[in-house]
Structures are given as C-alpha cells and as structure tokens.
C-alpha cells in the first residue's frame, strides 16, 4: 500500500468534482462549443483548476468523483437519494469532458466503485491530516462540515470563502463531533436521508447542546418539551439511528492515493491550451497562458525543499557595513532557491536597503539576523505600506513597506 508522505507545512487540496459540476451548470449560461457540445460546465471547472492551482497555490490536489453505481449506502437504505432527478440531458455528454480537463491538468481524479465523492474526501482529509498537513475541501455538501478540525477546512468556490469549526459553531451552534447527529435528526432531503419529523435545524442544536449526543438526546425524548416533538423522538429513534450511518462519512477506503501524482506542478500549458481552443473558450486562452506559465513547478523532485514555518530562512550573521555588489549576488541566489522568504524594509536612512539598485531587502523577522538576504524588486510596483506586490518568486508574494 502506498505510504503517506510527510505532509507537515504542506497544503492537500480536493475539490469535490460532480459537486461542483452541477454549480457551475446551473450557474453559467448556456454555451456550446465549435463542435456543437454543451461546454458552459466545462468551462467553469476549468476556470476553477487554472486558480486553484495559480492562486491558491496547493502542494497537492485531488479531484473527488462519485463512482457509477450503487454504493455501501444504497444497500443499507433503497430509497437513499431516491428522490433525486436524472442528470440533465445536456451536462451528461459534459462529463467525459470534464475527465478530459482534469487528465490535461495532470490533476488525480479519484473514484472507488462502491463509495461517493465524499468519502474520497474524508479519506483523504484524514490520511492528510494524520500525515501532518492541512486539507481544504472544495465542497459545499454539508455532509463534509463533519470533517472539520485545526487541520481541515472547507472552501466554497462559488464565494471565495474558507469555513471552519468556528463558522460551524456560529451557524449550527455545534462541534464537528455533532454534525453526523444533527444531520441525523434533521435528515437530508436532497439525499432522501429521513431523519425525525419536526425537528428542524434550531430544535436540533438546542437538543445537541443540551445532551451533547443522538444517543443521549433519544435516551431523554421523553423530557423533551413538546407532546409531538417528544413523541416522534421516541417514533423514529430507530430511524434516526439509520440515517446516522446514511450521514457518517468512510474515513478510510479502502484505496489507494496516488500522492506522487497529486503533487502540484504547473501543468503542460501547450496541452491546456489546445483543450481550451478545442472547447472554443477563447476569453479563457490567454489567461490560462498567462498564469499557467508562471505556476510554480513544485512536483519537481529537483525542487527545493522549503525549511519549515517558522524557522529562519539563513542563519546569517547581521552585516555590519552596507552590502556590496556581490553579497546581492549570493543573497538573491540563496533567496530564489528556497521559494519562501519575508520581506521588511530595513535602512537606516529610511530608504530600502539596496533602494538604488532596484532590491528589496528581505528577512526571516528573528531579532538575530535583521539581514538574511535580498530580493530583486524589478517586477514589483509601489502600493503604498504594507501591502503584497507581486514576486519575482514564482508562485509567492512579498509584504514590503516601499518599493524603489
């Protein structure tokens, strides 16, 4: 079986595939391609790698796929999802286009005959997490909210917006340890999950923070206020319980994860662009040209390892005169090669150091080394104290406080 890397420092993202399809489809107007095919889903899902990969910058992702056929769910409850409609007739021959992005993408599209796209990502979050490093679900399923932790956060990409345990207190009123329960009280009627009549979502919380579990708060019903509410308690317990295991997410499937592949490396954008020009999204070439180009290229084994969060970049001795020629020579050698550095202006004339030359000065913040080494600041334009230029770095951004 293969063995999880040492994720510590590194970010795990993935995206929930199907989920968002569905999104983008009903979200995008209609478009069709030069041969004829409904592409507006496409083209969204293209869009979202290309800054997902450009922007959020993961070092490694995944795309979550629903695999065809029954799973382990619909043979503990017939009717689960029953209710659902037919994939509309023009996003079905969107699909195999979508498989075609993600393979041009160099991006692992996981699928397991007998599970959902959620269990892929509870999956992977767990053996993320367990590994050290941070997961972000690109999902807006509710199910997934059950996953959360310090380590572990969603990400709605129609909003731009993280949610986390906080969030989930704030608008649920529980801990992540109680979604698989509250779900299970409320029921899910886009799954066909029945869960207990008349509990909505705020009896729900009130009865979680009360007794803290399902099994707890159905061990009480009979001292719930309300004849009715305290009957159905009581009714459907039996079903409450079943919808428990509907709601719970596999944690561990039985799969592989090809952790090699899902590293991050900017993908091969003459393929990319061919795909795009074939699916006839030309707002969408240059763009992709243009960000893609500058992706940095972190699956490459050559790459150079990052020291990790927090500690100082050079263990450099603080210079004692103004840095010559040739010490900005070495300094933005070492800096390029590491891929992660910190910016301060530092001068004793209140000018950045090396402000004449175009340079930015750059250090690791510790009060041992005020110096550890300078950037070019060529590409950088002026944005006033404290905001985030571009870097001549690919793939990072520099907090300055003036820019020459």
């Not at 293209?46 to 070092?59: E, F, G, V």
């Not at 619909?74 to 999802?81: D, I, N």
């Not at 100082?312 to 090669?337: K, N, S, Y």
Request: net charge negative; with cysteine; charged share 20%.
């Amino acid at each position: 079986m293969t063995t999880t890397p040492d994720l510590t420092g590194r970010t795990v993202w993935v995206v929930d595939t199907l989920s968002r399809i569905y999104q983008l489809f009903h979200a995008l107007p209609e478009m069709t391609s030069p041969q004829g095919e409904p592409v507006s889903a496409v083209y969204g899902f293209a869009r979202d790698l290309i800054d997902i990969i450009t922007s959020r910058k993961p070092d490694y992702l995944f795309c979550g796929m629903d695999a065809a056929g029954p799973t382990f769910r619909h043979e503990a409850f017939e009717a689960y999802k029953a209710t659902r409609s037919e994939m509309p007739a023009d996003l079905v021959p969107q699909i195999p286009l979508v498989r075609r992005l993600v393979q041009v993408m160099r991006v692992p599209l996981l699928e397991q005959a007998g599970f959902e796209a959620d269990d892929v990502l509870a999956t992977l979050a767990t053996r993320t997490a367990a590994a050290g490093g941070r997961c972000i679900l690109a999902t807006s399923d509710k199910d997934a909210r059950q996953l959360l932790s310090d380590q572990v956060q969603l990400y709605n990409l129609r909003n731009g917006k993280e949610f986390g345990s906080d969030d989930l207190l704030a608008e649920w009123g529980i801990a992540p340890e109680q979604v698989v329960d509250f779900l299970s009280l409320v029921g899910d009627s886009v799954d066909n999950v029945p869960g207990v009549p008349l509990i909505g979502p705020k009896i729900a919380s009130q009865l979680l923070q009360q007794y803290g579990t399902l099994d707890e708060v159905l061990a009480n019903a009979a001292k719930v206020a309300g004849k009715k509410r305290s009957h159905n308690l009581q009714e459907y317990a039996d079903t409450a319980r079943a919808s428990r295991e509907l709601v719970r997410l596999h944690l561990d499937m039985p799969c592989e994860i090809p952790w090699e592949d899902g590293r991050v490396a900017a993908p091969p954008v003459d393929d990319v662009v061919a795909f795009l020009k074939e699916m006839g999204f030309k707002s969408l070439v240059a763009e992709a040209e243009r960000k893609l180009a500058a992706a940095p290229g972190t699956a490459s084994a050559a790459a150079p390892q990052r020291p990790p969060e927090g500690s100082p970049l050079f263990p450099l001795e603080p210079p004692q005169q103004p840095a010559t020629g040739a010490d900005v020579a070495t300094l933005v050698e070492a800096a390029m090669a590491t891929g992660r550095i910190a910016v301060a202006a530092v001068a004793a004339d209140a000018r950045p150091v090396g402000a004449a030359s175009g340079l930015v000065c750059v250090a690791p913040g510790g009060p041992e080394s005020p110096l550890s080494c300078l950037a070019p600041c060529g590409s950088l334009h002026h944005t006033g104290a404290g905001n985030r230029c571009p870097s001549p770095l690919p793939g990072r951004s520099l907090r300055h406080r003036a820019c020459p």
